[in-house]
């Protein structure tokens, strides 16, 4: 079963404005981790902020922000005044796990073109 | 602090033929995740390493090894290559705390293709 849904696999975005890119997953853990990344052409991952199961409040990290609710397992990301420089995919993940080890398990990623 | 490198960048192989990637942490992490990134499978876990044991392997056939040296520093291995084998290979370290809370600091990546 697939337990990160990014069902945007493209996005258009202008300069300046906020753009908001969907996650969705599916766990039955109490404790994990939900991170996004970004991936240039270049192909480096790139981490962008982090959300746990237990933080009551939203991450934020400069324009990056997570719309965490944990109800309805969703884990958006909310980049503010869009750059050029934010074209790239981007792919939220999830880790869990236990004494037994952990992994971290990828979204397919959605692709953002900022438009000039 | 230095992050995560990768050695090869980029590597061509044969079919038949094995190869091994090298991994090198950054600076005082302790975990080491590897991924296979395609375009049609995405992103898929193949194994982390903790203090030189694996603690978690992805489902990926036996032909794909790795290991961990006292250093932190990892080698993944592919035995008989296959054409599906070419992709991109990321490493990922991290400094285990909460486990869950652990970022994973991504390398560059190994793009490997199998002709």
């Known amino acids: 079963a697939q337990k990160i849904t990014q069902t945007q696999p493209g996005m258009f975005v202008q300069e300046k404005e906020a753009v908001t890119l969907d996650c969705t997953y599916d766990?039955?853990?109490?404790?994990?981790?939900l991170f996004w990344y970004k991936q240039p052409s270049s192909g480096e991952m790139i981490f962008l902020i982090y959300?746990?199961?237990?933080?009551?409040q939203n991450a934020t990290e400069g324009r990056y922000s997570l719309n965490f609710q944990k109800a309805r397992k969703s884990a958006n990301l909310v980049i503010s005044a869009s750059q050029l420089g934010d074209s790239a995919m981007y792919f939220c993940a999830m880790r869990e796990g236990g004494t037994g080890g952990f992994k971290t398990i990828f979204g397919a990623g959605t692709r953002l073109f900022v438009k000039a | 602090k230095a992050g995560v490198t990768q050695t090869p960048r980029y590597l061509i192989k044969t079919r038949g033929q094995q190869v091994t990637l090298s991994c090198s942490p950054i600076s005082g992490h302790r975990s080491v995740s590897w991924y296979q990134q395609t375009p049609g499978q995405g992103l898929q876990f193949l194994f982390e390493?903790?203090?030189?044991?694996?603690?978690n392997k992805g489902n990926f056939p036996g032909r794909f090894s790795g290991r961990q040296f006292s250093n932190s520093r990892s080698e993944m291995n592919v035995s008989t290559l296959e054409l599906g084998d070419s992709a991109l290979y990321l490493c990922?370290?991290?400094?285990?705390?909460?486990?869950?809370?652990?970022?994973?600091?991504f390398g560059p990546g190994t793009r490997l293709t199998v002709l």
């Open positions: 766990t039955s853990d109490q404790s994990y981790g």
């Open positions: 990922a370290s991290s400094l285990p705390s909460g486990a869950h809370t652990d970022t994973q600091y």
């Open positions: 959300q746990g199961s237990y933080d009551e």
């Open positions: 390493y903790f203090s030189e044991t694996q603690r």
